[in-house]
């Protein structure tokens, strides 16, 4: 069965991607790059060939979320997977079950860094990024020229957060703030939840190692080496935009004009309010 690590994008999935995989990965818990692909993302080609013609197509797609999940799930072994899409409906077709889904780390960052690192990862303006979180049909889809990835369905930055975490019993919400925080206490907690499904046998000296080597700092190091493979590309230039990007330095405060933070705080107010961010 599946333990998902779930968010919208640009909200720390990644980081936690990278923690788990030096974790479960390595005898030492320093982080390699090349570990990412041992927690894939879904929906990904890979699982769909079989099933579907066009990658594209999310009416072709959804048809087939819950038999790609059945195969994945054969072998009756607990697996991670990251996703971006959310847990939704559409039409009769619903993402997962619960005979798929063993549990769920979503991790949830304030929508009003999120943007501005959607504005780097997309090449977008603040307006654009700001309709790109508001639309409750939002879908996202993969470089034209990559061979992994498929179009997701994301919805609102609000729609996405509460299709994950409302009616969800097994779940650990993450907040990226507090990963930044204290991300050794939060990840102990996240190892904490997982050893309800799956036990890990691992040791302080270990989390230790996971925490310093996949700092953000470190990361962006390895993509600046060219070692990193998710980055999105220019539509303009054809030029790979920078994955890790200002870190803890993204603070709204700084970056936001007023009339885009009163929007995100007044269309998310209920869901900014039950996580404490206003």
């Given at each position: 069965?599946i333990?998902?690590l779930?968010s919208?994008?640009k909200s720390?999935?990644?980081?936690v991607?990278s923690?788990?995989?030096?974790l479960?990965?390595?005898?030492?818990?320093?982080?390699d790059?090349?570990?990412?692909d041992k927690i894939?993302?879904?929906?990904?080609?890979?699982?769909f060939k079989?099933?579907?013609?066009d990658?594209r197509n999310i009416?072709?797609?959804?048809?087939?979320?819950?038999?790609t999940?059945?195969?994945l799930?054969?072998d009756?072994?607990i697996?991670?997977f990251?996703t971006h899409?959310a847990?939704?409906?559409?039409?009769n077709y619903?993402?997962?079950?619960s005979?798929n889904t063993?549990?769920?780390?979503?991790?949830?960052?304030d929508p009003?860094?999120?943007?501005?690192?959607?504005v780097?990862?997309?090449?977008?303006?603040?307006?654009?990024a700001?309709?790109?979180?508001f639309?409750?049909s939002?879908?996202?889809?993969?470089?034209v020229?990559?061979?992994?990835?498929m179009?997701?369905i994301?919805?609102s930055w609000?729609?996405?957060?509460n299709?994950?975490?409302k009616?969800n019993?097994?779940l650990?919400?993450?907040?990226?703030?507090d990963?930044?925080?204290?991300t050794?206490?939060?990840f102990?907690?996240?190892?904490?939840?997982i050893?309800?499904?799956?036990?890990?046998?691992?040791?302080?000296?270990?989390i230790?190692?996971?925490?310093?080597t996949?700092?953000?700092?470190n990361l962006k190091?390895i993509?600046?080496?060219?070692f990193?493979?998710?980055?999105?590309?220019n539509?303009k230039?054809?030029?790979?935009?920078k994955?890790?990007?200002?870190?803890?330095?993204?603070?709204?405060e700084?970056?936001?004009?007023k009339?885009i933070?009163?929007?995100?705080e007044q269309?998310?107010s209920?869901e900014?309010k039950?996580?404490?961010?206003l």
């Amino acid at each position: 069965m599946i333990i998902w690590l779930a968010s919208y994008p640009k909200s720390g999935n990644t980081w936690v991607r990278s923690l788990l995989s030096s974790l479960l990965y390595t005898d030492d818990g320093c982080f390699d790059v090349k570990n990412l692909d041992k927690i894939r993302q879904y929906p990904d080609r890979q699982y769909f060939k079989d099933f579907v013609n066009d990658f594209r197509n999310i009416h072709e797609i959804k048809k087939h979320w819950i038999s790609t999940q059945d195969k994945l799930n054969l072998d009756n072994k607990i697996k991670f997977f990251k996703t971006h899409n959310a847990l939704c409906k559409i039409d009769n077709y619903f993402f997962s079950n619960s005979e798929n889904t063993l549990a769920t780390i979503y991790i949830v960052r304030d929508p009003r860094n999120v943007i501005t690192s959607l504005v780097n990862h997309y090449n977008y303006n603040y307006e654009q990024a700001k309709i790109f979180m508001f639309n409750s049909s939002q879908l996202i889809y993969p470089d034209v020229d990559q061979s992994y990835g498929m179009v997701t369905i994301l919805g609102s930055w609000s729609d996405h957060y509460n299709h994950w975490t409302k009616n969800n019993a097994r779940l650990l919400v993450v907040k990226y703030e507090d990963l930044i925080l204290n991300t050794e206490n939060e990840f102990n907690k996240i190892i904490k939840f997982i050893n309800k499904y799956k036990k890990i046998e691992t040791s302080e000296t270990k989390i230790k190692n996971c925490v310093k080597t996949s700092s953000f700092e470190n990361l962006k190091k390895i993509e600046e080496k060219g070692f990193f493979k998710e980055n999105m590309k220019n539509l303009k230039s054809g030029e790979k935009i920078k994955f890790f990007y200002l870190g803890k330095k993204n603070k709204w405060e700084n970056l936001l004009d007023k009339k885009i933070k009163n929007e995100i705080e007044q269309k998310f107010s209920k869901e900014m309010k039950e996580l404490n961010y206003l």
